[in-house]
């Protein structure tokens, strides 16, 4: 149902290798960092824990993300999200203090305070004093520059840039299926309800017409095939028609996708789910026209 597509972060990727964690060694989950700078290490680490005293003076555990970010990357100060700021009853120019991992209390100045953006994190410090408090601060992953040697050590392992960028996109593309599938198996059954629920009530209205062609030779063979062959052909209209109401949005779609992407991005039908829902429909719907017909034709 999805095709891969070219990502922004493939697209920077292909220039660059990447040094990571080797998965392979690992059971859980890995936060990958996303795209670092040219010719250099990841922008942003791991969070680091840290107690800080909220608005109603309780202690609260917070997660701190050292940046190297330019914008951000300035010791003794730290930009904060709206909404932690609102909880912790702090505003841009105000001295705050943090506990940082190691236990130490470091005073720093709220320069910011910006709408929330989980990419970049609710409270961020310098990436340098982050790590001196807390040493296991590190990032997953480091992005290495074209045609720089990358040597794993131990516990990590050396990427290809374009593979790494594709396994990123495949894990989105895997829970896009599994929704897009589920979405379908409703759809296509609510269709095939309402395709035999409208063959039954057809079948239904023209008992008069069976009984006159039955008593005008017709056998009961026919009729049957007769009420299978009219569904059959209102059901394949339908599924053409509505094929053809999908394709104008689905090509718009597919156009803004081109644009996000920056590459060529068309329209494309996955053959099989289709032949599925289009048949699923006309044989629940030909069995209820035929069912009905018959059950009228005894009467």
């Known amino acids: 149902m999805a095709e891969p597509l070219q990502q922004p972060d493939q697209?920077?990727?292909?220039?660059?290798?990447?040094?990571?964690?080797d998965h392979s060694?690992?059971?859980?989950?890995?936060?990958?960092?996303?795209?670092?700078?040219?010719?250099?290490?990841?922008?942003?680490?791991?969070?680091s824990t840290a107690a800080v005293r909220a608005a109603d003076g309780a202690t609260t555990a917070i997660d701190v993300l050292g940046s190297r970010d330019p914008a951000l990357d300035r010791p003794g100060q730290a930009v904060l999200g709206r909404t932690?700021?609102?909880?912790?009853?702090?505003?841009?120019?105000?001295?705050?203090?943090?506990?940082?991992?190691?236990?130490?209390t470091v005073p720093v100045r709220i320069v910011e305070v910006l709408p929330d953006g989980p990419a970049r994190g609710a409270f961020v410090m310098s990436r340098a004093e982050v790590r001196a408090h807390d040493p296991a601060a590190l990032g997953d992953d480091i992005f290495v520059p074209a045609g720089a040697r990358a040597t794993a050590v131990p516990g990590t392992a050396v990427h290809d840039a374009e593979r790494y960028a594709l396994d990123d996109y495949a894990t989105d593309a895997r829970l896009t299926d599994a929704l897009a599938a589920l979405l379908i198996a409703v759809a296509t059954g609510y269709g095939a309800l309402a395709?035999?629920?409208?063959?039954a009530a057809a079948a239904h209205a023209r008992r008069r017409d069976h009984t006159v062609l039955?008593?005008?030779?017709g056998t009961r063979r026919q009729l049957l095939a007769l009420a299978a062959r009219e569904t059959a052909v209102t059901v394949g209209l339908g599924a053409a028609l509505g094929l053809l109401a999908a394709l104008p949005p689905l090509a718009a779609t597919a156009s803004?996708?081109?644009r996000a992407a920056g590459t060529q991005v068309g329209p494309h039908l996955h053959l099989p789910t289709l032949a599925v829902a289009v048949l699923g429909s006309l044989l629940t719907a030909v069995a209820a026209g035929v069912l009905t017909t018959w059950r009228g034709l005894r009467k």
């Open 25 to 47: 060694k690992r059971h859980g989950t890995s936060t990958w960092s996303r795209v670092g700078p040219p010719g250099g290490l990841e922008t942003r680490s791991r969070p």
């Open 214 to 217: 039955a008593t005008v030779g």
């Open 195 to 199: 395709a035999a629920n409208g063959a």
């Open 256 to 258: 803004g996708l081109s």
């Open 11 to 21: 697209a920077l990727a292909q220039q660059r290798g990447v040094l990571g964690d």
């Open 84 to 104: 932690l700021a609102q909880r912790l009853g702090v505003r841009a120019g105000q001295e705050y203090g943090v506990r940082l991992a190691d236990g130490a």
